[in-house]
């Protein structure tokens, strides 16, 4: 695509061309109309006047004047020329000037002029009139009336040099200014388009001073014309959205780095302490499987954060199946199943065996897994945790509940967040980073369905997920 | 000397709190916030090594609650922010140190013996009382060329007797710096291992360092 700049230029240069020439066009064709009919208006009266001074005496055609005499006839350098035919074709007479040669016989209705230009002898352009008319009888008394094939036909050509002056120069004028116009708004619409166009340069060159690491610039306010100022609040519009995603996006970077750092610092500060004198087997035992477990605990964390990592790129692919709803919850549960007894969580499956879903059966079963786990590590002492489950209209309901929450209804609001933590003196064990519920409600996103959380008065928890009967896949 | 560890993560509190008993310091700990200030308030400790981001009260409310009720106690800031910002906020509340985890254990324990010797406006880190000559560092001990090993318990009582050299110091202070909060140890322990450590380092035929003021406690060294 050809630059606004020289779009603009060539645009408004050839409106101009384009005026210029239908103006100079109206322009010459109206002069040079109204010149001709000046110069045609004075031909007829001289033709009139000829025409007057010729008399029918019986069969005799007589000219009453003197052809030399005439002043129109006596300019060298305008000759003027007649000629007149008798009805029958043959020359009643001519001037002396045209010698034998013979003008050409113009006729049109009798008593109207008809006009032609023509080229004279000595090659000079000319014009012509021809005019029908019927002479006077001599004798008024004799023929009153005036017999049709006594008409003649009268011609009068006279040189148009005076005509053609004019309008040559008239021509050149309108040529010349023409070119000088267009050769000087070539300058002014460069400069006027040039000038128009700054703000977009001092727009493009604030945008390129912003720097990646300073999104919180905006494009200034001053004299941005009204057709640009949609465009600056966009981008404008544009800076904060980058603005917040790359706080968001540090700010997690800086979380991550935060949680990874304080398992190293235990795994790091156990090992140093053991390592600083000599100790027995089963101390080295222990603290060994104390860093295993801060490991294990940290690999479970990379690994939830690099699965929100795919699932925010969109790089998890699915496999839909067939999956009977009661089996799946009984087999995520497996796992938390002696940690509940111990604190003497009772768990009751109550989601019908009849209830199926068609999903991904992996990431389900993580889903429930996370639920589960928080489920059973968040529980009061000899609580309670319930799964139902029915199907609503298109799509699967899922809930997962139990009781003795703390949190409060603020809190509930913020349990998606990464690293939130509702209780953070349960950071004590480490084994929880607060990604549990974020990872939940972008699988369940992902799976096409929705997780809301209700907190009741009484301390019950409510995890519901809305769940799609097929993957959008 | 007499440590408070407050850190709410298990792994790191444990190994803090086995790492610098070993090294000598009565250390007493725990993991929330509120107890953390109750420890802090309560007692007078020589360092106390503080975690930020904390159950039950944030590490800089417990830090400014200390400084308002005017405890002398040096604090260490343990933490993992490590932003600028958030280290100049926790000097300008009244912080000593500030230490970023993960962290070298050497560093720490460094670092906690230079706030003790600021504590007792000791920059050399070797004390000389006559020809008694402690090596804060490397924990060692020397009456003249002749070498003396103590026990840790020994020497903790010997390092706070010799921070304080020349002054007399009661029981209570003395338990108060050199045992710990859960400790079964009472006042009379003190006498007991100051007997311990007299028949270590006096010497037979000299002045006797470690004095007896009748009722108010001991002197390391001659009375001002």
Redesign the interface.
Known sequence: MRSLRSRLIIGVIGGMLLLLTVFSLIVYAAIRRALVNQFDASLTSTARILAASVELDGDEIELEFDAQQMHEFQRPDRPTYYQLWQHDGTVAARSPSLGKDDLLRLEGPLGTPVFQALQMRNSKPGRAVGLKFTPRASGPDRNPQPVKQQALTLVVARDASDLHRPLDFLQWLLLVASGVTIALSVFIATFVVRHGLNPLHSIASEIAAIREDELATRIGTTSIPAEILPIKNRLNDLLSRLEDAFKRERRFTADV???L??????????I???M??ARETTEYQTVLS??LA?VENMQTMVNNLLMIARLDACQVTFRQEHICLAELVNSCWRPFSEKATERETTFENRVPNDVTVNSDRENLSMILSNLLNNAVEYTNEAGQIWVTSHHTGDSVEITVANTGCQLTNGEAAQVFDCFWRG???R????AHYGLGLALVQRLIRALGGSVTVELQPDGIFTVRLTLSNSLRI | MRLLVIE?????R???T??LR?AGFAVDTT??GQEGLWYATGHEYDVIILDL????MDGLEILKKIRTQGRKSHVLILT??DTIQDRVTGLDLGADDYL???????E?LARVRALLRRGYRKKNPRIRVQNLQIDLTTQRVWRGQEEIKLTPREYALLEYLAMRAGQTVSRTDIWEHAYEFNSSASSNVVDVYIGYLRKKIEQPGKPPLIQTVRGRGYTLGAQP
Do not use: C, N, W
């Not at chain 1, 750092?261 to 156990?270: D, M, N």
């Open positions: 780095a935060h949680e750092r304080t398992p190293l610092a235990g795994i790091r500060s156990t140093e302490v053991t600083a004198r104390e860093s801060i209780d953070s003196s950071t004590d064990t480490g | 709410d993560y298990r792994p790191l444990q190994s803090l086995k790492g070993e993991g929330d981001m904390l159950p039950g993992a922010k970023v985890k993960p962290f070298a254990f050497e720490l």
